[in-house]
C-alpha cells in the first residue's frame, strides 16, 4: 500500500541507516552505499561526508542524490527520497554529535564524537531539497 505524504517523511525521520544513490557518470551503475542521515518532516534530508570523498565528487557533478530506507518488521516498508543539492557546507562537531544521536547514545555517542571531531575534520554537510518520493508499507492492510 502506497504511503501517505505525512507516513513516508515519518518514517523517514525516523533512525534509519540510508542507502545513498548518485549517478557515477558513463558506463558505470550509480554509486550506492549507506550512510548516516538527519531529517525533520517538512524539512531537508542531509549527510554528512568528506569533501574530497568519491562520494561528494559524484554528488557535485551530478547536482542531485538519492536516500532509501527501509525495514522488514513488523511489515516490509520503504521511502526513498530523491532531490537536488540544496545546500553544501563546512561540518562541525555539533552536527557529528546531532547526526550520531540519531544512532548512538551515551558513552558511544560521546567516544564517537571525540573519535569524529579528529577524524572527520573535513566532513562537510549536503543537504537535499525533495523532488520525488516513493513510499509504500508491502504488508499494511488495503
Known amino acids: ?7 513516508r517523511e515519518g518514517f523517514l525521520a525516523e ?31 542531509w549527510v554528512l561526508t568528506g569533501a574530497g570523498s568519491r562520494k561528494m565528487k559524484l554528488i557535485r557533478a551530478a547536482g542531485r542524490f538519492s536516500l532509501m530506507v527501509q525495514r522488514t518488521e513488523p511489515t516490509t516498508r520503504y521511502v526513498s527520497v530523491e532531490g537536488p543539492v540544496a545546500e553544501v557546507a563546512e561540518g562541525s562537531a555539533g552536527l557529528h554529535r546531532e547526526m550520531a544521536g540519531r544512532y548512538l547514545s551515551g558513552a558511544a555517542l560521546d567516544e564517537f564524537v571525540a573519535w569524529a571531531e579528529v577524524e572527520l575534520a573535513d566532513h562537510i554537510v549536503v543537504r537535499m531539497r525533495p523532488e520525488h518520493w516513493l513510499g509504500t508499507d508491502l504488508g499494511a492492510a488495503g
Not at 548518485?22 to 549507506?34: I, N, S
Open 1 to 7: 500500500m502506497a504511503l501517505s505524504r505525512e507516513e
Open 15 to 45: 533512525p534509519h541507516v540510508a542507502a545513498l544513490g548518485v549517478a557515477a557518470g558513463d558506463d558505470r551503475g550509480p554509486l550506492v552505499v549507506p550512510i548516516w542521515y538527519a531529517y525533520e518532516p517538512g524539512g531537508l534530508p
